[in-house]
Nanobody, 126 residues
Framework: QVQLRESGGDSVQAGGSLRLSCVGSGYWHSRYCMGWYRQVPGKAREGVAIIYNADGTTDYADSVKGRFTISTDNPQKMLYLQIHSLKPEDTAMYYC???????????????????WGQGTQVTVSA
């Protein structure tokens, strides 16, 4: 079992950048699928980006392609989400996640993860 804790959320102006971090503790599998999701109050949690630890393969939601970059540092048990050109619609609670049965986005559908962090808030003002 792995425990996850996010950090790096902040209030920023549109066009700005942030780097979200997620540190793992406990069991960290080098072949985990890892991901970032986000959620706005009253709406379902949506997948943002995923990465397969074993080979670094990534995939993204269409709404963030070209602006978000997911990466890992396996020896440090870290997961990152670099965000550029932030938009007000990026405002959400961002969650990191680990361990999914598949590591692909199929027809826009992200995989289901077993382990989740508590979230870090990103607020983007116009």
């Amino acid at each position: 079992q792995v425990q996850l804790r996010e950090s790096g959320g902040d209030s920023v102006q549109a066009g700005g950048s942030l780097r979200l971090s997620c540190v793992g503790s406990g069991y960290w599998h080098s072949r985990y699928c890892m991901g970032w999701y986000r959620q706005v109050p009253g709406k379902a949690r949506e997948g943002v980006a995923i990465i397969y630890n074993a080979d670094g393969t990534t995939d993204y939601a269409d709404s963030v392609k070209g602006r978000f970059t997911i990466s890992t540092d396996n020896p440090q048990k870290m997961l990152y989400l670099q965000i550029h050109s932030l938009k007000p619609e990026d405002t959400a609670m961002y969650y990191c996640a680990a361990d999914a049965s598949r590591c692909t986005v199929v027809a826009g559908s992200f995989p289901q993860f077993h382990y989740w962090g508590q979230g870090t808030q990103v607020t983007v003002s116009a």
